[in-house]
T-cell receptor, first 116, second 116 residues
């Protein structure tokens, strides 16, 4: 079975630009979560979507937004990029909302975003 | 808000040595606890999880972790490590009250190197 797929794998943007990252969950998974991992740190929660609705949001500015489509794939959008947005952006999917015993998170390989 | 502290950022061991990686969390309520592993060049994978059952949890590849509620700890152990255990290890916590909507809170990770 295919795992969580993310595109692109690498991206270089300039400060002030906009970026869209994409994620396809494992087949049958209805929940998608986004995490930001800065070098040397653990992943930090950005958003969770379940059944196309936002169910949770981490402590990130309004420049960050996301959505989930009817096929359960998801996009993460970041506006007005800052140097500090350079990070690995991880997508994770699960069968149900959040992470539960029978519905653990499965992570993708991530998108490496570099802002110059 | 909850937080996770991993005490050792870098650990170097020889093959067949015993391993214990420390993890403490801060949160006043009931939590679910996780250990994730990231092998070089691969995505984050779930190693084991605690969901209010037996405090001694067994995971994949011979790993286990013990939840000690009074100490807010969830240390990872393995009696005899192998070279293939070289990886980044992350401890994570998720409040039960949030129903998973708060996402996982990760520690900064421990970089484990096993020398042959």
């Amino acid at each position: 079975d295919a795992g969580v797929t993310q595109s692109p794998t690498h991206l270089i943007k300039t400060r002030g630009q906009h970026v869209t990252l994409r994620c396809s969950p494992i087949s049958g998974h209805k929940s998608v979560s986004w995490y930001q991992q800065v070098l040397g740190q653990g992943p930090q929660f950005i958003f969770q979507y379940y059944e196309k609705e936002e169910r949770g949001r981490g402590n990130f500015p309004d420049r960050f937004s996301a959505r989930q489509f009817p096929n359960y794939s998801s996009e993460l959008n970041v506006n007005a990029l800052l140097l500090g947005d350079s990070a690995l952006y991880l997508c994770a999917s699960s069968v149900y909302r959040g992470s539960s015993y029978n519905s653990p998170l499965h992570f993708g390989n991530g998108t490496r975003l570099t802002v110059t | 808000a909850q937080s996770v502290s991993q005490h050792n950022h870098h650990v170097i061991l020889s093959e067949a040595a015993s391993l214990e990686l420390g993890c403490n969390y801060s949160y006043g309520g009931t939590v679910n606890l996780f250990w994730y592993v990231q092998y070089p060049g691969q995505h984050l994978q779930l190693l084991l999880k605690y969901f209010s059952e037996d405090p001694l949890v067994k995971g994949i590849k011979g790993f286990e972790a013990e939840f000690i509620k009074s100490k807010f700890s969830f240390n990872l152990r393995k009696p005899s490590v192998q070279w293939s255990d070289t990886a980044e290890y992350f401890c994570a916590v998720n409040p039960v009250a949030g129903g998973g909507a708060d996402g996982l809170t990760f520690g900064k990770g421990t970089h484990l190197i096993i020398q042959p």
